[in-house]
């Protein structure tokens, strides 16, 4: 080691750590999610089998989003005109349909996020590298959770996973999300796909 060095040395011990993330607030959670319209990311989905699944998101706030899976899955969720619809590949009958208002995905896709809201987060805590916020419809807890992942400088949603009434839990692990741009009215549209699939 030159002398130079060596004299800089000890003073590394004086410089400050970096500090530890600290909980970012709900109002700016909120915020952040209220200010994405378009998303676009690579996914990867671990099932409550333990199994899993990748493929592509696409997100279009409010109230629509769908889930292209790759092969050899080829499944499609697509969440569109306040329903979700979950088409099979390896089934010829109609999709299955519910209304997007029964799921906790819902608490994301909302015209207006509000995580403020009475009773809908019960649980916000921070590890260090990220901040957890787990919410659920206050009026309909029974439909389930989701957990909300995110970190800091700047604030961005990593997963999220979602435990149904069951108790059955999905994890989603977003990949590098392209935000902004128009996306095609027929990516959300169950009508469009359930006639092009044939179903």
């Known amino acids: 080691m030159n002398r130079r060095l060596a004299l800089l040395a000890p003073l590394a011990f004086l410089l400050p750590f970096p500090a530890a993330a600290e909980k970012i607030s709900l109002a700016t959670l909120s915020s952040y999610l209220n200010s994405l319209t378009t998303v676009e990311s690579d996914f990867t989905q671990v099932n409550s089998d333990g199994s899993i699944s990748t493929g592509k998101i696409y997100i279009n706030r409010p109230g629509r989003v769908r889930f292209e899976y790759a092969p050899p899955d080829r499944s499609l969720v697509i969440a569109g005109g306040q329903q979700v619809a979950i088409f099979d590949a390896k089934s010829n009958q109609p999709p299955e349909q519910y209304p997007l208002k029964r799921t906790p995905l819902n608490l994301i896709l909302a015209k207006d996020v509000n995580l403020g809201q009475a009773k ?80």
């Open 120 to 199: 809908m987060v019960v649980g916000h805590s921070d590890d260090g590298t990220s901040t957890r916020v787990s919410a659920q419809d206050p009026e309909n807890p029974e439909y389930g959770t989701i957990e909300l992942v995110f970190t800091d400088n700047p604030v961005e949603l990593r997963q999220w996973i979602i435990t149904d009434d069951l108790g059955a839990q999905t994890t989603v692990i977003l990949g590098e999300m392209k935000k902004g741009g128009q996306m095609r009215a027929s990516l959300f549209d169950i009508t469009a796909e359930t006639a092009k699939r044939g179903n």
